[in-house]
């Protein structure tokens, strides 16, 4: 019996081909991978004689039917709307104190004219070499580490964790809902 809509290919190729791209995922590829290959697929199908052309057309539906059974395409951007569970990173960062933030993982700070300096968290520190702005709720070690940034970056370093976890670990910390 025929897959719908995959012409000479049956539901046992689909099986085969959908475990083949789960197998592959679970050891670090993407669907991402697979999607591109039926573009590419179908691409070559325009230039193709009239035989290959079907055949990569039939591939290309094969292969997007088992991409869609792996991973469900993300419906369009405009009919997305912002999850309810999620927080918008730059509205967090507006409400978030980075000086109270930093105060709160145990960064010991004096003030020091409009800056507040303190030993940096990031590396073994001596002197004060970490300074904050509070109009600019933006930081920067002049020491051994020499980087700089906001709220979301410090959490990242110091965390080692991606911006998405950073935005969760603020939200949570800073007691805001995600």
């Known amino acids: ?18 475990e083949h791209i789960r197998l592959a995922v679970a ?9 591109l290959e039926a573009r590419l697929s179908e691409r070559e199908a325009e230039t193709a004689d009239q035989e290959r052309a079907e055949y990569l057309r039939d591939y290309v539906a094969l292969l997007s039917r088992a991409c869609d059974e ?31 933030f930093l105060e709160r993982r145990g960064v010991r700070f004096v003030k020091v004219g409009r800056r507040f300096q303190a030993l940096c968290p990031l590396h073994d520190d001596h002197s004060p070499s ?33 911006f998405t976890e ?12 995600v």
């Not at 995959?6 to 689909?14: I, V």
């Not at 050891?27 to 999607?35: D, E, L, Q």
């Not at 405009?78 to 999850?83: E, H, I, N, V």
């Not at 300074?131 to 965390?159: H, I, M, N, T």
Request: a neutral charge.
């Open 1 to 18: 019996m025929k897959a719908p809509d995959t012409g000479r290919f049956d539901e046992h190729d689909l099986a085969t081909v959908t």
């Open 27 to 35: 050891n670090g590829a993407t669907v991402g991978k697979y999607r």
């Open 70 to 100: 792996v991973e469900p395409p993300l419906p369009p951007a405009s009919a997305r709307a912002w999850p309810s569970d999620r927080v918008n990173a730059a509205a967090l960062k507006a409400r978030v104190d980075l000086v109270m």
């Open 130 to 162: 970490f300074s904050v702005d509070p109009e600019l709720q933006r930081w920067k070690c002049f020491g051994a580490c020499a980087v700089s940034g906001d709220v979301f970056d410090f959490v990242q370093l110091a965390d080692r964790v991606s």
């Open 166 to 177: 950073a935005v969760a670990i603020v939200a949570r910390e800073a007691t805001c809902p």
